[in-house]
């Protein structure tokens, strides 16, 4: 077997040592032969940084590393002086001079690697400026700019709007260097998590083309499950396909699900067992954050439609937080939509069981505090329904709406609105990998909360102080259940009534349907 190569972003170390390597050159080809400025937004760890090194490669001329490759016969490999720059490296969430610095550390790091030495040391934009033009002077051919991790900066303070504004703009003046060198450049490749707004980060780079959601370079980065059932045949023997892909697979740029590559590689490289990979390696706590500065009712995140101009309008002023959340690979696009106006309408939704299960079990600790209880609270909740214990499923909700810390609801802007309850009880259930349906539509109405599990299906729907019509009524006149008859599980409808003031369910009702 070769070797997995988890972590490794060099593409001649993976060819050299005989690691695994999935052909993305397919894609660089069809970069190199039809434009000059491209931009990709893509989650972290989703292989950005090893396709911005393979295309430093084919550029530098290095054709040997890519014998058995889709590029190898048809491109030249004229050799290109390549400017290198990541800002993956370090934090810059002490003050503006950490990213002055870093800007300044890269430069010299490029003019060392080419023996150049530049005039403008201090000016970092005179400097980069110097630097492409003396490239271009030396090796008589235009040069090439790679640029990787492009916004970390700005989005390690994307809780503090004035560090952001601060990064922003150093990095908007570092940026603006490439819009008056084009007669010295050759390509340009811009990567990085999110999308700002390119008004505001690349001012006068207008002929930026951003393929984030192109369909012809929807698998540039990341593994398909074909990728897998090829690359990887001889790992995979004996390991459920459809579990992995409902774990790990599905991530949608209008092409091929895919997969993230370091949840796959992990898994296969610790014995196929079923964790969270990706999601331990990240810092989710900025979610958090910005749930605290608006309102959001939690079951309309997962599913929501937005506006084209919602994704692409990211800044520093105002972030939308679906679009942060479909940016940062939490949410991903399940399709999209034209409206009245031509408009595009895209349909967001949480893209696997990892991400479900760990995603909602922040949204636990954001609305109820309950970080050390959940898992108990989840198991007990798993268990009753598993067993068709209604009335220990209806008291471990009322435990855990008591348990709730009163300071939670006096600074949770959520808890000032009926859809807290739901929230708290839908999130619960999606932590415990459940489908579930919030806003379900029907011929007759709007279901609440649908829940379908494997043998049966719930059907909720919850009144907050309602005295006279009980919310199994409105189930049983709108016939709710019947959208769900063809399916032949068992189907149970259960109604809650919400006491504000004592901010617990005081009514329930449950009634199976009989087929």
């Keep these: 077997m070769k070797k997995l190569p988890i972590g490794i972003q060099t593409f001649s170390e993976i060819i050299q040592e005989g690691y695994y390597y999935v052909d993305k050159t397919e894609f660089a080809y069809k970069l190199l032969i039809k434009g000059k400025y491209y931009f990709l937004s893509r ?3 989703f292989g950005k940084s090893l396709f911005l090194d393979t295309l430093a490669e084919i550029f530098l001329g290095n054709k040997d590393l890519f ?32 990213t002055i610095d870093e800007i300044r550390r890269i430069l010299k790091r490029n003019q060392r690697g080419y023996n150049i030495e530049c005039e403008e040391i201090d000016d970092y934009k005179s400097c980069f400026e110097e630097l492409i033009i003396k ?14 991790e492009y916004d970390k900066p700005i989005l390690d303070n994307i809780t503090n709007k004035d560090m952001a504004k601060r990064a922003r703009n150093i990095l908007k003046n570092f940026y603006s260097v490439i819009k008056d060198s084009d007669r010295y450049i050759r390509f340009v490749f811009i990567t990085g998590v999110s999308k700002f707004s390119k008004l505001n980060l690349f001012s006068g780079l207008n002929n930026l083309e951003d393929i984030t959601i192109d369909e012809n370079y929807a698998e540039i980065c990341g593994y398909t499950h074909d990728d897998l059932l090829t690359v990887f045949k001889d790992r995979i023997e004996g390991i459920d396909l459809e579990l992995v892909k409902r774990w790990y697979n599905g991530y949608n ?40 500065e608006e309102n959001h009712y939690i079951p309309e995140i997962e599913n929501a439609l937005v506006p084209e101009e919602a994704l692409n309008a990211f800044d520093v002023e105002y972030i939308d937080f679906r679009a942060l959340l479909w940016q940062t690979g939490y949410l991903t696009i399940k399709g999209k939509l034209t409206d ?9 939704s949480i893209p696997n069981l990892e991400v479900q299960l760990s995603l909602n079990r922040l949204f636990i600790d954001y609305l109820t505090n309950q970080r050390i209880e959940k898992t108990r609270y989840e198991l007990n909740i798993k268990n009753a329904l598993k067993t068709n214990d209604f009335p220990s499923f ?17 600074n949770n802007i959520i808890s000032r609105y009926e859809g807290y309850y739901s929230s708290v009880i ?25 829940v379908k599990m494997k043998d049966k299906i719930l059907i ?26 063809d399916e032949n599980k068992e189907i149970y409808l259960i109604g809650m009534v919400f006491d504000s003031r004592e901010r617990n369910i005081s009514q329930w009702e449950i009634e199976r349907v009989k087929g």
């Design 135 to 148: 490239l271009y002077e030396k090796h008589k051919t235009n040069v090439v700019i790679l640029i990787d």
């Design 460 to 485: 909720l729907e919850f009144k907050v102080d309602q005295e006279k019509d009980k919310p199994i009524k409105q189930i049983k006149e709108r016939r709710y259940y019947e959208k769900y008859l």
């Design 426 to 450: 839908f999130v619960y259930l999606m932590a415990l990998g459940y489908d579930v349906i919030p806003e379900d539509i029907t011929n007759k109405g709007r279901i609440d909360l649908t």
């Design 340 to 348: 009245d106006t031509g408009g595009n309408l895209y349909r967001l």
């Design 394 to 410: 209806i008291n471990h909700l009322k435990t855990i709406f008591a348990t709730i810390p009163y300071q939670n609801y006096a």
């Design 253 to 292: 740029y209008f092409g091929k699900p895919l997969y993230n590559p370091f949840d796959i590689l992990l898994f296969l490289s610790k014995n196929h067992e079923f964790r969270n990979y990706w999601w331990q390696t990240g810092n989710p706590s900025f979610l958090i954050e910005k749930l605290k």
């Design 43 to 45: 989650p972290r760890r």
């Design 67 to 98: 014998k058995g490759l889709y590029i190898y016969d048809k491109y030249d490999f004229k050799p290109h002086p390549v400017i290198r720059i990541s800002f993956g490296s370090g934090d810059y969430s002490l003050d503006e001079s950490q």
